[in-house]
């Protein structure tokens, strides 16, 4: 087994576990983020009786931020989601607002991984492609409104990796992304 394929098996046993851990009446989803240093936060949803609800992903994103990690930090989520009301597999990468959520707080080359409830992997793809309409359109948060509309708290933990710093070098607006999150404010 490749050391790629055996840190993803390893993701996939977290994303397991939390799952498990998920307060839910009925469908359990759980995730694991993974951070370019092998750090790895885990998330599970939460549905209420009153208040909002809150997804695995968000709970996972909340985790990884409350520990210093921002943006470019991020390497990989795995889900898992399986609706309680049927046992067919489902490849569920996420939904709207998720992907929404991953893009403000992550980059757009975060790879998505998709397991079934056994672990097995079924599905693979980076945030970018869940949410690429075509020009002119740009998703919200642009790097424009990012630039005028600082955050604080939002610099990296960690150096740029090299493969992001090989796919920044490629993709203009991601390299402009990238220097934006290292502006400390
Ligand atoms: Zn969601």
Redesign the pocket.
């Known amino acids: 087994m490749t050391s790629k394929s055996k840190e993803i098996k390893d993701l996939i046993k977290t994303a397991q576990h939390y799952r498990s851990m998920a307060r839910t009446f009925r469908s359990s989803v759980g995730v694991a983020f993974q951070m370019w240093d092998g750090k790895a936060f885990g998330g599970f949803n939460m549905e209420t009786y009153g208040h909002k609800g809150l997804?695995?992903?968000?709970v996972g994103i909340v985790r990884a931020l409350a520990e210093g990690y921002n943006g470019t930090d991020f390497r990989r989520m795995v889900e898992i989601f399986q609706d309680a009301g049927h046992n067919e597999i489902e490849i569920f990468p996420?939904?709207?607002?998720?992907w929404a959520?991953m893009w403000e707080w992550t980059h757009p080359y975060l790879e998505i991984i998709v397991a079934d409830a056994e672990g097995n992997s079924k599905y693979s793809a980076r945030l970018k492609d869940m949410v690429s309409p075509a020009p002119p359109v740009l998703i919200y948060p642009s790097n424009k409104i990012r630039e005028i509309k600082p955050k604080i708290n939002f610099v990296p933990k960690l150096p740029l990796n090299a493969e992001l710093k090989k796919l920044a070098s490629q993709d203009i607006e991601f390299d402009r992304y990238c220097k934006i999150l290292r502006v400390k404010t």
Do not use: I, K, V
Not at 55 to 58: D, K, L, T, W, Y
Not at 94 to 98: R, S, V
């Open positions: 997804h695995a992903e968000e996420g939904c709207f607002t998720c959520a």
